[in-house]
């Protein structure tokens, strides 16, 4: 993985830290059902750049996989824990979204997840 492909990975990941911040702020909220949609959709969205991403570095990691460990390869194997340490996080919000955009009771999931 390239420097730049690093820094744009983790703003991805930073940015996405702070879109599920403000999502699980809001669960308590009342919001119009096509809010909650869109919320829904952009959470959404972001699980599934973020398993791409994962996948495409995971694919790094593994070219030239002879027991060396490069500087791309660290780069990628940093994207992948990073990544990963919030996706289970961001699966909960999806859902509890998705509950709360068919009129369902929105749990907060990722409290008891981190």
């Not at 959404?44 to 027991?67: E, H, N, P, V, Y």
């Not at 791309?72 to 509950?99: F, K, M, N, Y």
Request: net charge negative; glycine share 8%; no cysteine.
């Amino acid at each position: 993985m390239s420097e730049g492909e690093y820094r744009e990975a983790l703003a991805f990941i930073e940015g996405t830290k702070s879109v599920m911040a403000e999502a699980e702020a809001a669960l308590g909220e009342e919001v119009a059902r096509e809010a909650a949609e869109a919320r829904r959709d952009d959470l959404g969205l972001r699980l599934d750049m973020l398993r791409r991403l994962m996948t495409a570095a995971a694919q790094r990691d593994r070219i030239g996989a002879r027991g060396l460990v490069t500087p791309e390869r660290e780069r990628a194997r940093d994207v992948i824990e990073r990544a990963g340490a919030i996706e289970d996080p961001l699966q909960d919000l999806w859902t509890a979204w998705s509950r709360k955009a068919r009129g369902l009771p929105a749990r907060a999931f990722t409290e008891h997840t981190r």
